[in-house]
């Protein structure tokens, strides 16, 4: 799926959030509140709603525009493009709520197409983790994998790992019970 799709979603969402959220403040203002109260009362559904899905909506857009960007070669285009669509549904379906709400969507079947969308996405874009993470680039303690990390030692520092446990060397708790009365061996014959 294109990324185009939750971009123009979002852009329907800014624009119902400006527009609710210059209401709230307008009734807000016309019931003789102070503007310090007005702006304070508008900002926790509206107002905050509206600079996270702004945010959202730019980061989206311009990633869309790298992804379409006759610069950025064609090799990585599939990939870049699946992973831009899969951040707006995913990102966009945190606002679900505001886009019933607005009329945007009507029935259950919009939210299970976004849904089924980032699954597929998801599956999609697991044979291009490794040359995603390679792209990006992330410093090692940023992955926190102990076999991901880039000096290529993977045993050893998986073995690292597993030995940060405490009491991964000791018996454990329960191993007295474990042993006691335990026949010894040799002393269990047959009875047949």
Known sequence: MDSAVPLAAYKWLVCFLLKESYHKLSQEKASRKA?????????????????????????????????????????????????????????????????????????????????????????????????????????????NSPIGKADGELYKNLWATILQGSKVLERPSWWSEFCWDKPSVGSLRAKL
């Open 35 to 143: 503007d310090f109260e007005a702006r304070n009362n508008s900002q926790v559904y509206f107002c905050r709603s509206l600079a996270i899905a702004y945010i959202e909506h730019t980061s989206l857009q311009r990633f869309h525009d790298l992804t379409h960007d006759s610069s950025t070669p064609d090799s990585l285009k599939p990939a870049l493009q699946r992973l831009s669509g899969l951040y707006g549904l995913w990102t966009l379906s945190k606002h679900l709520a505001v886009l019933y709400q607005g009329g945007y969507f009507s029935s259950k079947q919009h939210a299970d197409l976004i849904q089924n969308a980032v699954l597929r996405l998801c599956s999609q874009l697991k044979d291009d983790a490794v040359s995603l993470v390679d792209v990006i680039a992330p410093p090692d303690f940023i992955l």
